[in-house]
């Protein structure tokens, strides 16, 4: 079963000032299977925050369907399941970590000695035990950001959707967020992350989708996605003549400290190359499939798309 899938989901907004009609999402097709980590990416006003809003119940589509957890969007039942972290959540901050969990836990129907475990095991679980009776006003951005996924575990969902847990973080709090999704995950859970956090993204996703002005422009595996077809090569112990020969195979070659740096383009050209220089006493060093980074694909789809 899906944990999120979509239908033509659309959603418009008529803006009064402006006298027209914005279309927010435009005829949405998406899956997220169960038990993965995807990431959902877009530039500003892609479309994404209307489309968690639409999959949480808080909006009503203009056209087009979607179910969550196998039921369709809004059904009550299908809440209890269900964990949202916004971008900036908000906390009374004179409260104490663990005044927070047992407030919010007591809002899900937990109480008494169910209740105090379930809090136990969470601030275990975001490593925030020693820091449960300090108040929320002394916590770092970190600190506050893995209470809030605290909180977001009371009622021990299928299926989280986090909005930019990351944002603003030092470097170790990244890592920590980071590690703490992958636990979850091993937990069995489903994450909807939608971040601008892209290096963040790459880490951890199993999948992305990435939208721009209201459609989604490409979904799929991240390690089919970056890949880029092309091999690169290290060779040594060809003369000068059997180098040019290898250059009429390769897409280019580039001399490295008396070793050659050979780059085919697809698993043909790349076995060619390797065929040429062993029947020819060289010696392949070093074959490495060359991969964009996340960042260079995404902006290479918003700049397509803009």
């Not at 899938?5 to 006298?19: D, I, S, V």
């Not at 169960?34 to 530039?43: A, N, Q, R, S, V």
Request: aromatic content about 8%; overall charge negative; some cysteine.
């Amino acid at each position: 079963m899906e944990a999120i899938k979509t239908e033509g989901l659309t959603k418009h907004f008529y803006e009064p000032l402006r006298r027209q009609t914005v279309i927010a999402v435009d005829n949405l097709d998406l899956v997220v299977e169960k038990g993965e980590i995807f990431g959902f990416l877009g530039p500003n006003g892609a479309g994404k925050t209307t489309t968690i809003k639409m999959l949480l119940g808080l909006i009503f589509p203009t056209s087009g369907r979607a179910w969550v957890l196998g039921n369709p969007i809004g059904d009550r039942k299908t809440r209890q399941k269900v964990s949202y972290m916004p971008e900036n959540p908000y906390f009374y901050d004179y409260m104490t970590g663990e005044e927070v969990l047992y407030f919010y836990g007591g809002l899900f129907g937990l109480k008494g000695p169910s209740l105090k475990k379930k809090v136990d095991e969470l601030l275990e679980l975001v490593d925030l035990s020693e820091h449960r009776k300090k108040q929320l006003n002394g916590y770092s951005r970190g600190m506050l950001q893995r209470i809030g996924i605290a909180q977001t575990l009371l009622n021990d969902p299928e299926l989280l959707i986090l909005d930019e847990p990351t944002s603003g973080l030092d470097p170790i709090a990244h890592r920590e967020i980071r590690e703490l999704l992958i636990r979850l995950k091993e937990q069995g859970k489903t994450i909807f992350l939608c971040s601008h956090q892209l290096s963040d993204v790459e880490m951890v996703c199993d999948r992305v989708g990435i939208m721009n002005k209201g459609k989604l422009v490409t979904v799929g595996r991240l390690e089919d996605l970056l890949k880029v077809g092309e091999m690169e090569i290290a060779v040594e112990g060809l003369d000068p003549s059997q180098v040019e020969q290898v250059e009429k195979i390769a897409s280019r070659i580039y001399k490295k400290d008396g070793d050659f740096l050979v780059y085919a383009e697809g698993e043909e050209k790349a076995q060619e190359v390797i065929d040429f220089v062993r029947n020819n006493g060289g010696r392949i060093i070093s074959m490495v499939p060359l991969r964009r980074s996340l960042e260079e694909l995404f902006v290479e789809i918003v700049k397509e798309e803009g």
